[in-house]
Nanobody, 124 residues
Framework: QVQLVESGGGLVQPGGSLRLSCVVSGRTFSRHAMGWFRQAPGKEREFVVGISRSGGMTNYVDSVKGRFTISRDNAKNTVYLQMNSLKPEDTAVYYC?????????????????WGKGTLVTVSS
């Protein structure tokens, strides 16, 4: 069983930065593509960014390109989301997700495992 635990959320002013982390249990982390999703109040959950098993491929939603950076450390079973130049519209619960992948691809849907989320609030 794969378990995901997010951390790093909090309250930040517009223009500020946060770094989210997601630690994944189990021995098969390197066989999973990873992704970050978010759900703002009153809205559906949406894809933010994905990273392939090796970390060599990434895919960002247009609204965060140039501001967010995803990375992973397979030795630590951890995926990160560095968020810079945060805007009030980035306020949401951020979820980490994993998908077993036979290839080095990214995924924006049909994820296999989900964390419980961490709240990011961008407000002055």
């Amino acid at each position: 069983q794969v378990q995901l635990v997010e951390s790093g959320g909090g309250l930040v002013q517009p223009g500020g930065s946060l770094r989210l982390s997601c630690v994944v249990s189990g021995r098969t982390f390197s066989r999973h593509a990873m992704g970050w999703f978010r759900q703002a109040p009153g809205k559906e959950r949406e894809f933010v960014v994905g990273i392939s098993r090796s970390g060599g491929m990434t895919n960002y939603v247009d609204s965060v390109k140039g501001r967010f950076t995803i990375s992973r450390d397979n030795a630590k079973n951890t995926v990160y989301l560095q968020m810079n130049s945060l805007k009030p519209e980035d306020t949401a619960v951020y979820y980490c997700a994993a998908k077993y992948s036979a290839s080095d691809s990214t995924y924006s849907h049909n994820m296999d495992y989900w964390g419980k989320g961490t709240l990011v609030t961008v407000s002055s």
